[in-house]
C-alpha cells in the first residue's frame, strides 16, 4: 500500500503552548486528509477532513479553533494544537486517500500516529 | 454508513486460521465492506474490502454472505504479529463523502503460541 508518515511520532508539551503535527503522504498525491483522535482503549474518532487548497471540514463537537488544520499541497497536512491542555493528551493519527482511479484509488491509507501527552 | 456488530474479542491459536465475524444487516446496496486493524501504538493497516464478491489477497480473505448482512474476515495462517484489534467498516464506496470512515470497537484478537 501507499506510505503516509507522522511527525513527531511523540512529543511532549507544557500546557498552554501549541504543538504541530505534520502529516505526509509519501509515494502519491492525496487529495483529501483526515485527521483522528484516539483515547486510550477506545476507537479512534474523526476530527476532521481536510482537502488539498481549501479548508478542513470539522466534526461535530471538534473546535476549529484549537485544532488547526491545513492542507497546502498534495502531499502535506499540518495538525496544530493550539493552547494545549493535558485533556488534550491523546494518540493522532491522520490518514490520507489518493487521486480517484489513481494508482490508489480511493483506499484511505494511515500514518503511524503521533502520541502527545500534555503535562 | 451502515453500523456495524463484532465480537469485542477472540483467541486464535498459531498457525490456525483466525474467522473474524461482523454483521453489517443495515448495509445498503452501494456499501463496501471494509476490513482494517491496528496493532498496539499504530495506524490502522488496510487488509481487504469487497461489495459483494468473495475477494482474497496476500493477507487475507474476505467472504460475504449472499445477502450482503454479515462477512467473514479470514487470517489463514495466523501469527503472534497478527494480534491486533480488527476493525469492520462499511462504506460507500465513491462519490461525495464516501471517504469517511467510521470506527466502531472492533475485534481485539490475540494469537496465542
Known amino acids: 500500500g501507499a506510505v503516509v508518515s507522522q511527525h513527531p511520532s511523540w512529543v511532549i508539551c507544557k500546557s498552554g503552548t501549541s504543538v504541530k503535527i505534520e502529516c505526509r503522504s509519501l509515494d502519491f498525491q492525496a487529495t483529501t486528509m483526515f485527521w483522528y483522535r484516539q483515547f486510550p482503549k477506545q476507537s479512534l474518532m474523526l476530527m476532521a477532513t481536510s482537502n488539498e487548497g481549501s479548508k478542513a471540514t470539522y466534526e461535530q463537537g471538534v473546535e476549529k479553533d484549537k485544532f488547526l488544520i491545513n492542507h497546502a499541497s498534495l502531499t502535506l497536512s499540518t495538525l496544530t494544537v493550539t493552547s494545549a491542555h493535558p485533556e488534550d493528551s491523546s494518540f493522532y493519527i491522520c490518514?490520507?486517500?489518493?487521486?480517484?482511479?489513481?494508482?490508489?484509488?480511493?483506499?484511505?491509507?494511515f500514518g503511524p500516529g503521533t502520541r502527545l501527552t500534555v503535562l | 454508513d451502515a453500523k456495524t456488530t463484532q465480537p469485542p474479542s477472540m483467541d486464535c491459536a498459531e498457525g490456525r486460521a483466525a474467522n473474524l465475524p461482523c454483521n453489517h444487516s443495515t448495509i445498503s446496496g452501494n456499501e463496501y465492506v471494509y476490513w482494517y486493524r491496528q496493532i498496539h501504538s499504530q495506524g490502522p493497516q488496510y487488509i481487504i474490502h469487497?461489495?459483494?464478491n468473495n475477494e482474497t489477497n496476500e493477507m487475507a480473505s474476505l467472504i460475504i454472505t449472499e445477502d450482503r448482512k454479515s462477512s467473514t474476515l479470514i487470517l489463514p495462517h495466523a501469527t503472534l504479529r497478527d494480534t491486533a484489534v480488527y476493525y469492520c467498516i462499511v462504506r460507500v464506496g465513491s462519490g461525495a463523502g464516501s471517504y469517511q470512515l467510521t470506527f466502531g470497537k472492533g475485534t481485539k484478537l490475540s494469537v496465542i503460541p
Open positions: 469487497g461489495l459483494k
Open positions: 490518514s490520507a486517500t489518493g487521486l480517484a482511479g489513481g494508482t490508489w484509488g480511493d483506499e484511505q491509507f
